[in-house]
């Protein structure tokens, strides 16, 4: 039986919407990041290291309760790990960025988590292996290498050794990123999806801090990058991820991996709308199957919860 099944049809779509708008949500995201990368000169470091602390300021406000850490004592090391894991597969990301160029690290980083959490869930017995399932992730994968495949490529002739190392920063993106989604729902079950995104907001933001060691963090002076930092820690950390939280505890993995492919659609149709970026053929099939791929997903996860309810 699949994670989704246990609730009511309009909760499970609902927790589908959250998945997407956390996707749609990264999505602005990435566009800042790339304004304030390429416009402001900011390390991708930096950048993730202000968004994780704004994002737990915000939080901690909201959530930050002393029953709040009671309840994580038993849980410490699994909060740990996963806030670890989600710090360090932004990183890797970006690691595999800075050496081959970004499109061949993003369509791993992307493509990959929901073949591998798709195969644990089916091991665990939360999905079955049927033809709707089949096609909504064929559907899904497809549509994000369109969507991608056009954008990032690498400048220049990359040698061998940058080539390795980037491919294996971009799976071990993939791999933390796939673990990360696998546990999500256990821990926002558990604590609820405010405290647990609380919690593993904290542990991120002190895990990217650690980049200090090797490149400098620091907080713009500007009032311009100064808004767009604060952006990226309410809306793309704090607001994205108590959604994905939320949606985590009522969706499968599988489910949620698809759902947060909105990620990337999102990114490109800005860019065509804000900076007046072309958009082929391919990337609109692209967008049309990924689409074609959550409504399918919607349809599957209704007719699930109905199947349990009976």
Known sequence: MSTFAAHSPQVARLAL?????????????????NVLIARHGFTPENISFWRFVVGSVVLLAVFGRVSLWKAVRPQLALVV????????YVLCWF???ERIGAAVPTLIALCLPPVLVTLVALARGQERLDASLVLVLAAAIVGTVLIVAKHGAASGDVNSHDLLLGVAFSVASAVLYAGFTLVSGRLSTSLGAGPATTCLTVVAAAVMGLTALYRPLYWPVEVAPEAWFLYLGVVTAALALLAFSWGAARLSP??????TLVEPLT???LAALLLGEQLGPWQWLGGALLLGSI???GRRIGQG?????H
């Not at 599988?254 to 759902?259: D, E, F, G, I, Y």
Request: proline share 0%.
């Open 305 to 309: 919860a109905k199947a349990a309810t």
């Open 81 to 88: 790990g996963s806030g670890t894991a989600m710090a360090l």
């Open 17 to 33: 919407a959250a998945a997407c708008g956390a996707g749609f949500l990264w999505g602005t995201g990435a566009l800042v990041v």
């Open 267 to 269: 990114a490109v149709l």
């Open 295 to 297: 409504w399918g997903l």
């Open 95 to 97: 690691l595999g960025i």
């Open 254 to 259: 599988t489910a949620l991996t698809v759902a």
